[in-house]
């Protein structure tokens, strides 16, 4: 008799039904209490409730059919049309909301193969330019619209090497991206310099601001200096910034921009021979949730500029502290120098991957990072309240690794070992059997 699980014969009970799904949430990662420092982006709970109580309003609505909800089609303009002016961007410019950062650098390349194809058609084997930290959204996007990602090595400082990426850049370079940061060390890449490369060649320049696309708009605000990573570098025609990360939307949220309306059209697709009707989609998705739409317009409506630079000003003000914090605990050192909220710490005292799993058992969930080695953080202003008992929790960790000298052994001997595996075909397809293996945990 076959071991699958069937629907239930009969409805459950609503009640039974909630509070199974309570129990499953037990192990979930502590985010309420600011014990996670990735995945989820909580700024307080008021603005948690209007996000919530946006996206149940529309929780039914699909952005799909542009006619069918007025609504929808004013959030997503609206929505488009501020976070083109926070970029600063041309009147010509015009853009779309996707699900998420990943649909919208999918989409900044689809488009940019589309330019290609009806701009220098001569071009057989396009390649972009992307900087060794770009995200592996890129590398999907490479997969997927069969766009060579060629890598541009980084210098000291972790940015993108502007000097090597003059020598790659050739006839078949479509694009070349930079990120406003990047995620591995936090560090913004030479937009102006990379953006010049472009220009210079006529070709499409993409500026990655998924992480950083709601928090540095507001540094100018701030008081705090960064070079210009937006609309106004000559050259840069595309940028992608997430609602769902520092915007504090309900997830399913990004906007990709483009400098003009031309550009836009690249990304659209249509159909129009179904039997089904006339089809026009804007992105990858088909069907478009209504409430991550409407939640979206109404955090930004409810935020606004000075709500925005006070969570950016909180953000960054938590972020010194806890690297100062870091870079006091003996054997430890902040990676780089870091532009924003996004960092990462290694050291010469213990080994980082079993200080993850010491601070895992401690309730936290610090991301493993490799080549080299090295923990990663992405702070919000929700962890005011809790760095101060993060950095003892940290120093004491640190404290009984180095007294006890453990050899490393389960998740922090796997992490080590897969890191510094010299084939990395063997390691991604392990990664592979991995996810095709999660169907038999707990
Ligand atoms: C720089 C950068 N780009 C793109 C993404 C992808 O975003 P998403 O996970 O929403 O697809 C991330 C995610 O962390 C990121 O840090």
Redesign the pocket.
């Known amino acids: 008799m076959s071991t699958m699980l069937r629907l239930p014969e009969t409805g459950m009970d609503k009640a039974r039904v909630f509070s199974t799904m309570e129990e499953l949430r037990a192990e979930d990662a502590d985010w309420k209490h600011a014990k996670t420092w990735s995945l989820v982006y909580f700024a307080g709970e008021d603005i948690l409730a209007v996000a919530k109580e946006a996206y149940m309003r529309f929780f039914s609505e699909n952005g799909l059919n542009p006619m069918a909800f007025p609504s929808l089609r004013r959030f997503e303009r609206d929505v488009v049309q501020m976070s083109l002016s926070m970029m600063h961007a041309p009147e010509t410019a015009a853009g779309s909301m996707t699900s ?4 919208s ?1 999918l989409m900044a390349v689809k488009t940019a193969r589309e330019w290609q194809r009806k701009t220098r058609p001569h071009v057989k084997a396009p390649e972009m330019l992307i900087p060794l930290s770009a ?1 592996p ?1 890129l590398e999907k996007a490479a997969h997927y619209f069969d766009v060579a990602a060629v890598h541009i090595p980084l210098t000291a400082d972790h940015r993108a090497d502007v000097e090597a990426a003059k020598k790659l850049v050739n006839d078949n370079t479509i694009l070349i991206l930079g ?1 406003a940061p ?2 591995p060390q936090g560090v913004v890449d030479p937009i102006t310099e990379l953006a010049a490369i472009a220009k210079e060649r006529s070709i499409l320049c993409h500026v ?1 601001a ?2 950083g696309g709601f928090l540095l708009p507001f540094f100018e605000g701030i008081g705090r200096k960064l070079p210009l990573f937006d609309f106004r570098v000559p050259g840069v025609t595309s940028i992608s910034a ?1 609602i ?1 990360k520092y915007g504090y939307a309900a997830k399913g949220a ?1 906007v990709i921009m483009y400098a003009t309306r031309e550009l836009r059209r690249f990304q659209y697709f249509s159909y129009a021979d179904w039997p089904g009707g006339l089809y026009a989609s804007p992105s990858m998705t088909g069907t478009r949730p209504g409430g991550a739409i409407a939640a979206a317009w109404a955090v930004m409506k409810y935020l606004g500029q000075s709500g925005y630079e006070r969570l950016a000003r909180e953000t960054m003000e938590t972020t010194d502290a806890l690297r100062k914090g870091i870079d006091a605990i003996p054997g430890l050192r902040i990676v780089g120098n870091p532009d924003a909220s996004v960092f990462a710490f290694d050291s010469d005292r213990v080994d980082v991957y079993q200080l993850a799993d010491l601070m895992d058992k401690k309730g936290y969930k610090l991301d493993r990072q490799q080549r080299p080695p090295c923990l990663h953080m992405m702070v919000t202003a929700a962890h005011s309240v809790i760095k101060d008992a993060f950095l003892a929790d940290l120093a004491a960790a640190v404290q009984e690794l180095a007294e006890t000298k453990p050899a490393p052994e389960g998740s922090a001997a796997m992490y080590g070992m897969l890191g510094a595996a010299p084939d990395r075909a063997a390691v991604g397809s392990m990664l592979i059997d991995f996810m095709d293996g999660l169907d038999n945990m707990p």
Request: hydrophobic share 20%; proline share 0%.
């Open positions: 998420g950062g990943s649909e650098l995200h959204a990120s990047q995620y990655d998924c992480l997430d769902h990004s």
